[in-house]
């Protein structure tokens, strides 16, 4: 597959604003990615996309600009089943940051023990067709059962009309169940309405963690955040408030850090921690979302 980058591939934001928000202390970015670099982690031949190099060193230089302490790295879809991208990330953080990887169905207890040392907490099933190609929901199952024994937890991410299916799936895992992306709802929907409701209902049955992150890849109407924007990606404010509200003990935020795969704008990032008090309307809400419940998931053993 050719390396060169995906055509209309929008690299991420160069020089993201001052946010006017100032994040409580420690704060964590609990969904970002890094991409590369390709010189020295290529990626999966069999990708569906092929990004710009997003290092290390740009997440944590973002990180530090935002006034956040903390990250949680997932693997992309870019790199396949190799997680050493990620890893060396991880290694990299002295304890800064936490992963969540990708692995097939044949991983060892040794590999999952070495992801482990590095930091990782997690694994990814993404059933976005799009993206990749869904592993067999058995594979899926016998995957959770090898890490229930390390305490890590399942990320689901899917898309609203995939609901149906994943009603059908989740009871069968041992794990913790982690939604990324508020389980991309349409927002052209009443956020009060049966569909998202169900989604709800969903998350509190099982007891899961939900991200209220990527308004800038759920939104139809906007406005972007850009050109100052601080009050972006209005049609998203009320589902991610319905969720912060129903679940204050288990929503997560991140970045999702360097935003692949968007087609028509880069948000700017320091504008999109700006989107935070607009969900999270109270102090105790910022403190839950930002630093607790991140901090209880991916690093139980420093909490009081």
């Known amino acids: 597959m050719s390396t060169e980058v995906t055509p209309g591939w929008l690299p991420w ?5 001052t946010p006017a928000f100032v994040p ?6 609990a969904h ?27 997440l944590v230089a973002l990180r530090d600009h935002l006034g956040l302490s903390r990250n949680v790295i997932v693997q992309a879809t870019c790199h396949g089943t190799d997680n050493s991208a990620l890893v060396d990330a991880l290694r ?16 060892t207890r040794a590999e999952l023990e070495r992801l482990h040392a590095a930091g990782v907490r997690g694994v990814r099933f993404n059933f976005v067709k799009r993206l990749v190609d869904t592993a067999p929901t058995r594979t ?30 989740a009871p069968s895992l041992p794990v913790p169940i982690v939604i990324d992306h508020l389980g991309r709802p349409d927002v052209a929907q009443d956020p009060d309405g049966p569909e998202f409701g169900r989604f709800l209902e969903f998350a509190d049955r099982h007891r899961a963690w939900v991200k209220v992150s990527c308004p800038e890849r759920l939104s139809r109407t906007g406005p972007p955040a850009l050109d100052g924007q601080r009050h972006a990606y209005a049609d998203v404010v009320p589902f991610a408030r ?3 509200e129903a679940f204050p003990d288990r929503v997560l935020w991140g970045t999702d850090w360097p935003h692949p795969n968007l087609t028509d ?5 320091g504008l999109l921690l700006d989107h935070v008090p607009r969900i999270a309307v109270t102090p105790q809400q910022r403190q839950a979302l930002l630093v607790d419940n991140p901090m209880r998931l991916y690093w139980p053993d420093e909490q009081a």
């Open 242 to 244: 319905r969720a912060v």
């Open 140 to 169: 899926l199952r016998a995957i959770a059962e090898k890490i229930a024994p390390l305490d890590w937890h399942v990320v689901l991410y899917f898309e609203a009309r995939d609901l149906p299916d994943i009603e059908e799936f």
């Open 13 to 17: 934001h160069p020089e993201p604003s």
């Open 24 to 29: 409580p202390a420690g704060s964590v970015d």
């Open 92 to 107: 990299a953080s002295g304890g800064r940051a936490r992963g969540v990887s990708a692995v097939d169905g044949d991983v």
């Open 265 to 269: 704008h880069m948000p700017d990032d």
């Open 32 to 58: 970002c990615h890094v991409f590369g670099p390709a010189a020295r982690f290529p990626f999966a031949a069999e990708r569906k996309y092929t990004p710009v190099d997003a290092g290390k060193e740009q």
